[in-house]
């Protein structure tokens, strides 16, 4: 079996019909410069699977046959989401003329709570299921390299942070939606969180997931660690120790906005991997029986009901618990009930771009 990761698929017998058809563009020039440009794998990701494909083949042929053809497959639907109207061009469509700062209007102006599938770009729907597909691809070669040996442990890890990126990329899409709907943000930020939706939509890669991701993966592995009592439920101690094994930016954020009521809420939320009525519930229960603190095992016990305070580390539990805050969070902002209307990763997000934003004016001012 040759070991090139990408390969041409061979001719079916069926006639194949251009998806062009099917939109009208300005120049046919247009549809073959975004296919060539079609990529499924980011440079660090082809580079992992071009140095381990030979050597699980050397292991086991059919195994390493198995992941050629996934990756040949999720190459295919690379090529055809490529097919469809870049969403950083002006094109004419069945629907009339589109342009991305009609996209961006389109972004900011639609305030509805519901669910925005069909307010979304299909190109955005079809490359968000692409995403999935290739996060499972990476996770089940991650898995496969953990049971090759010692020697292979590096590139394991370097597989689960590229599985991790990708889940971070699916995380970051839902906070520049959210952000993008919070009309208490001022209109610049919230036009260049739609633009930066738009770049991620195109290429599903984002400078922004580089910065943050590492960050809260590291307080999400700290976090199961450092918060194993529920006690007083305030989560201060366990927030200092994980502070200190963080970055200066996450640093900067706890000095700046732990302060803010929301903030707290969420961050509490995040630790304690239960809901805000939760917390209250279970702090008012342990107040009244008099007892100084828990375990997480005990959480469900005293709630009366099952709850999934101690995740694991895998990536699907990350964004599993991550979309029941934000659930939780648009559910109470649309009633107007008390507790956090935004989950610890918009938070922190939003303060990113708000450092960013700051540092960018500086050097302005410095160089004029």
């Known amino acids: 079996m040759s070991t090139n990761i990408i ?32 990529e499924m794998l980011t440079k660090r990701q082809r580079s992992l699977i071009q140095e381990i494909i030979p050597v699980i083949q050397k292991i086991d042929k059919e195994k390493a046959e198995s992941f050629q053809n996934r990756l040949n497959d999720l190459e295919r639907l690379a090529q055809a989401v490529a097919r469809f109207p870049s ?16 996209l961006i209007d389109s972004l900011i102006a639609h305030q509805d709570s519901g669910d925005a599938t069909l307010q979304l770009p299909s190109k955005a729907i079809l490359g968000k299921g692409l995403l999935v597909a290739k996060t499972h691809t990476l996770s089940s070669m991650q898995k496969y390299i953990l049971h090759m040996g010692p020697e292979y442990e590096s590139t394991a890890k370097a597989f689960e942070t590229e599985t991790v990126s990708s889940m971070f990329s699916l995380l970051v899409e ?29 290429h599903w890669n984002d400078q922004t997931i580089e910065t943050v991701a590492p960050v809260l993966q590291s307080v999400w592995t700290a976090r199961r660690k450092l918060a194993p009592a529920f006690g007083t439920m305030m989560g201060t101690s366990e927030l200092l120790l994980i502070s200190m094994q963080m970055d200066d930016q996450w640093i900067s954020f706890i000095k700046n906005k732990m302060g ?17 009525e939760q917390i209250l519930s279970l702090r008012s229960i342990l107040k009244e029986k008099g007892i100084p603190a828990i375990g997480r095992d005990e959480v469900s016990k005293f709630l009366g009901e099952h709850v999934k305070s101690d995740a694991g580390l ?45 540092k960018q004016n500086n050097d302005t001012f410095a160089k004029s």
């Open 7 to 38: 390969t041409n698929s061979e001719t079916e017998n069926f006639e194949q019909i251009d998806i062009s058809t099917f939109f009208e563009q300005d120049s046919d020039s247009t549809l073959v410069q975004r296919e060539e440009k079609a």
């Open 87 to 102: 969403l950083l061009e002006r094109h004419k469509l069945i629907g009339g003329v589109r342009t991305p700062t009609s």
């Open 174 to 202: 839902d906070v520049y939606l959210n952000l993008i709907r919070d009309t208490s943000q001022p209109m610049d930020f919230r036009r260049e969180w739609a633009l930066s939706l738009l770049l991620l939509w195109e």
């Open 260 to 276: 803010d009521t929301g903030v707290s809420q969420a961050m509490e939320e995040f630790l304690f991997g239960i809901s805000y």
């Open 314 to 358: 895998d990536y699907r539990d990350f964004y599993s618990l991550y979309t029941v805050r934000r659930d939780n969070a648009r559910s109470r902002a649309r009633l107007h009930l008390e507790g956090p209307y935004k989950t610890l990763e918009d938070y922190f997000i939003q303060f990113v771009t708000e450092q960013n934003k700051e």
